[in-house]
């Protein structure tokens, strides 16, 4: 069991400890060119209980054993067995600890899966989440064992000047032949998914930073040559992440030097490796030339996020994989909150929610659910999705929202002092909660186990003569793939009674059925139960899952009427975008459902004329305001229209009301771009973003309602910051394709900014997205383009990933020359790197809801590709379970 070697199912109900308890490990990484070797002690002993003939199994993937002794003698071949995948070994002593030395030999050069340790532009990097120390060494690689790792690096002076690893530094020195060495010292237990050693010639940016109880921090985040400048952004984002943590959640720093290291190759986002955070440089490197907004955005994020696990997620680690929301949720959840007292709070609420619709709704309701918490896996890297991280945050936030703020730190406080040091589980979790409010969560640890979006229907009821307002809500959850259970769950639901004043009315509540009322929350804890409110001499406007306190689908029997008031008097600003982003996903959704080719109107007037009221109102943020006008994308409204989908439907839908708000704005978006226009330099603050973010979307709209492509145009030529350009560009190829100026202002890009990957995956990312008629031969000439290449997950994102989530148009063509161009490619990246194979090959997972025709072409092409007998497990578990 807790073995994925074999192909077979992980399963939570199968959880044990490991016979052997580790206690130490002791570790020297010889880098060559071509190679490196290692040698491991650990220090062992059979656990109290376990019988004394039981074998240690220890944990390998493609690795070659060098040496194993025991107490520093060999080990005789019939005591052990060695094979790529494992190493076991028997007759090792009764009661008494004990060393065993493992040696390997590893080639980082041939490590193509980015997995373990590797080389990126030369630098030797390690990636060990969630299982690639078994690619170093042979170990028990897994969360639940925990040690101190002292780590000895040696590597050639010239070739790696810098050495480190995690913990601190306590020796340094030079060895013959022109190599050196260093020595670090991680005092803290930790599992090995969190062990990370990088060498190589590096700059750096150094600064210190002092806690609260004055303790001294080296930070220091490592570049490849030439671009430590450019880390100043992520630099300020740290040192305010570490600042919020001591007076958000009381978390201090507890090394004496924390590191960042950019790496250009690199399959996610980034690691928390305890003191040695390895980031994708994507996070970490940029400036107003060549980074947008919404990487800034990025950077700050990441850092906070990756900082934030040192707390969670470090210090209190998993007990086993099926646990990983216990850590990625609880993170996500605090990153969450932090940018939205670093930035602006509503706007963030609206962006996270944005993010959980577009990417974990579908998840949820598509034949890749899982419960928050899985019950089994064949591979566990399928297992960082959407719903294990943002709605893993909802189900934190949901918990704050029940306990309320205080209540919330009482419990955050009990989970840090009751299991600091240890591998935990959800249970030991929600105790703390439960201890420290006095409340049961029983039924609400429901939440982590029960797949699915429920979905809330709310009725109201006016009764003028007994001026009492009722409220039904009733909740249900359908079986969906994962065939989990739908027993109702707690649902905290913020509201307002708004008066025609726009203002809330705090009228007496009374509930009946499962639900209670606290303050402006409604607890509902059964399927059905009214809420009645006395004493109202009106009817008021019910304001209804307020930031969305609970991840559902809202059904609620609103008048159009009702909500065109609502969305300009609620006081809640979340509700007022939810209110016109509802509106106009149901007219999108409906119209989506209507032939190819017909012309009635997407939207209505009065929803087009209520957008442009909010978009007109000075006295909301900017940032708000762009907000209100992004529309949802393609897929989103593909999921509303819910079945017999037809993509250029979808389209051409979205591209009529873009256009009708564009022309009947018209007026007001160019007074607005006049009023955003600035010569103030560059600030990458959520303001100034606010403005650029409001001011290109009136931009888009323009150009959108008049088909006159030339003030994108001057606006890429007289740019000067990427936040502006790339909007420009991006209006140009997505909407004038046949232009000009398009294929120059292209080729302008290109040639500025042809020397920076990260800012070359923005132009082929612009062009794989672009929905023309020859968009599959267009992106098959990107991947013939010099600069593409299959071994950098940035660059396979920018043009396969952003192709097939981000074209619709093309990846769905009718004759399924999309669905084939990219089958084709999953199974070229799959030899090179199976996680991002599968990652990407998530995109298929619609298939069902689509017309008959592109539905037979998408199911064969998956069926052909799970068939094929050569996909690495990664890749197959995703094509096997889409077509459940
Ligand atoms: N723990 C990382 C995070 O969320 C995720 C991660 C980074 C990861 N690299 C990975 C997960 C590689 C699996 C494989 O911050
Ligand atoms: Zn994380």
Same mark, same amino acid.
């Given at each position: ?15 044990? /400890? ?69 190493? &076991? ?18 080639? /980082? ?15 030797? $990097? ?98 490849? @040559? ?91 680690? $998993? ?111 929600? @105790? ?46 359908? @079986? ?169 439907? &979808? ?110 995956? @923005? ?88 017309? /008959? ?32």
């Amino acid at each position: 069991m807790l073995r994925t070697d074999d192909g077979q199912t992980v399963k939570l109900s199968e959880y044990r /400890p490991t016979d052997f308890i580790l206690s130490g490990v002791e570790m020297t990484i010889q880098l060559f060119e071509g190679r490196a070797d290692i040698v491991t002690h650990l220090r062992l002993q059979r656990r109290a209980g376990v019988a004394a003939d039981a074998a240690l199994h220890l944990d390998g993937d493609d690795l070659l054993l060098e040496s194993l002794a025991l107490d520093g003698n060999i080990v005789a071949p019939q005591n052990y067995e060695a094979t790529p995948g494992s190493l &076991v070994v028997s007759n090792l002593p009764e009661s008494e600890p004990f060393t065993l030395t493992v040696e390997t030999r590893i080639v /980082p050069e041939q490590n193509t899966r980015l997995m373990g340790l590797y080389r990126s532009n030369g630098i030797w $990097c390690t990636q060990c989440e969630a299982e690639g120390f078994r690619r170093i060494t042979y170990f028990l690689d897994r969360p639940d064992v925990l040690a101190p790792y002292k780590v000895r690096i040696e590597a050639d002076k010239a070739a790696a000047p810098v050495l480190l690893s995690n913990g601190n530094p306590v020796e340094t020195g030079d060895l013959p032949d022109g190599r050196h060495f260093a020595v670090w010292d991680d005092p803290f237990n930790k599992p090995s998914y969190l062990f990370a050693i990088v060498a190589g010639d590096l700059d750096a940016m150094l600064e210190t930073f002092t806690t609260a109880s004055g303790r001294e921090v080296t930070l220091g985040i490592y570049t490849e @040559k030439g671009r430590a400048g450019q880390a100043g952004y992520a630099m300020d984002a740290l040192k305010r992440s570490m600042v919020w943590d001591e007076r958000r959640f009381g978390r201090e720093y507890d090394l004496d030097v924390f590191n960042v290291v950019a790496i250009a190759d690199f399959n996610m986002g980034a690691m928390e490796n305890k003191g040695l955070n390895i980031f994708n440089h994507k996070y970490v490197l940029l400036d107003s030339n060549i980074a947008t907004d919404a990487d800034y955005g990025g950077v700050e994020t990441v850092i906070a996020h990756e900082y934030f696990h040192n707390w969670t997620g470090n210090r209190i680690t $998993c007990r086993d994989w099926f646990q990983l929301c216990l850590k990625e949720g609880l993170t996500v959840y605090r990153d969450q909150e932090f940018s939205a007292d670093e930035r602006e709070p509503t706007v963030q609420r609206i962006s996270s929610v944005r993010r959980l619709k577009a990417h974990q709704f579908p998840e949820d309701q598509g034949p890749l659910q899982h419960p928050v918490r899985p019950g089994e896996y064949r591979e566990i890297n399928n297992f960082y999705t959407a719903t294990v991280y943002d709605k893993g945050a909802e189900l934190v936030r949901m918990i704050a929202t029940i306990l309320g703020r205080e209540g919330f730190r009482k419990g955050m406080d009990l989970y840090f002092e009751r299991h600091d040091g240890e591998a935990a589980t959800i249970e030991d979790f929600l @105790k703390c909660f439960e201890d420290a409010s006095g409340r049961d969560l029983t039924q609400f640890a429901l939440w982590y186990a029960q797949a699915g979006t429920p979905t809330l229907s709310v009725s109201e009821n006016y009764d003028s003569a007994a001026r009492r307002h009722e409220v039904t809500f009733r909740q249900v959850l359908k @079986k969906g793939a994962a065939g989990t259970g739908t027993a109702p769950m707690p649902l905290p639901i913020r509201f307002g009674l708004v008066g025609r004043n726009g203002q809330d009315n705090d009228a007496p509540a009374r509930a009946s059925g499962p639900a209670s009322v606290d303050g402006d929350v409604i607890l509902l804890e059964g399927a059905e139960a009214t809420v009645s409110f006395e004493g109202l001499g009106e009817r008021p406007y019910l304001s209804v899952l307020r930031d969305f306190s609970a991840p559902v689908t809202l059904e609620h029997d609103q008048s159009e009427t009702d909500r065109l008031a609502l969305a300009r008097l609620d006081p809640n600003l979340f509700n007022r975008w939810r209110l016109l982003s509802d509106l106009v996903g149901d007219a999108l959704a409906t119209a989506g459902r209507r032939p190819l080719g017909d012309q009635t109107a997407a939207l209505g007037d009065e929803v087009v004329d209520a957008i442009l009221a909010s978009i007109g109102d000075r006295g909301l943020e900017p940032a708000f305001r762009a907000q209100v006008l992004g529309l949802p994308g393609e897929p989103e409204v593909a999921r509303q229209v819910g079945e017999n989908v037809d993509p250029d439907r &979808v389209h051409e839908v979205l591209e009529s009301a873009r256009a009708a708000i564009g022309s009947k704005g018209m007026a007001l978006f160019e007074s607005l771009r006049d009023e955003l226009a600035s010569d103030a330099p560059f600030s990458p603050d959520a303001a100034s973003a606010g403005r650029r973010a409001l001011s290109n979307a009136a931009l888009a709209y323009i150009t959108a309602g008049s088909g006159d492509a030339q003030s994108a145009v001057d606006q890429y030529e007289s740019a000067s910051n990427m936040t502006d350009r790339l909007a420009a560009l991006a209006i140009l190829s997505h909407r004038f394709p046949e232009h000009p100026a398009t294929s120059e202002s292209l080729d302008d890009f290109y040639k500025r900014f042809e020397t920076d990957e990260l800012v070359l995956d @923005k132009w082929f990312a612009l062009q794989a997205v672009a929905p023309a008629s020859n968009a599959v031969e267009a992106v098959t000439r990107l991947t013939e383009h010099p600069r593409f290449t299959l071994r950098n997950p940035n660059r396979v994102r920018a043009v396969v990933g952003s192709f097939a989530a981000g074209n619709q148009v093309a990846f769905h063509r009718p004759d399924g020359s999309g669905y084939r161009w990219v089958a084709d490619r999953l199974i070229e990246l799959d030899k090179i790197n199976p996680q991002i194979a599968a990652r990407i090959a998530t995109t298929f997972r619609a298939w069902r809801s689509l017309e /008959p025709g592109r539905r037979g072409k998408a199911e064969e092409t998956l069926r052909k590709l799970s068939e094929s007998n050569s996909l690495s497990k990664d890749l197959q578990d995703i094509v096997d379970r889409s077509l459940k």
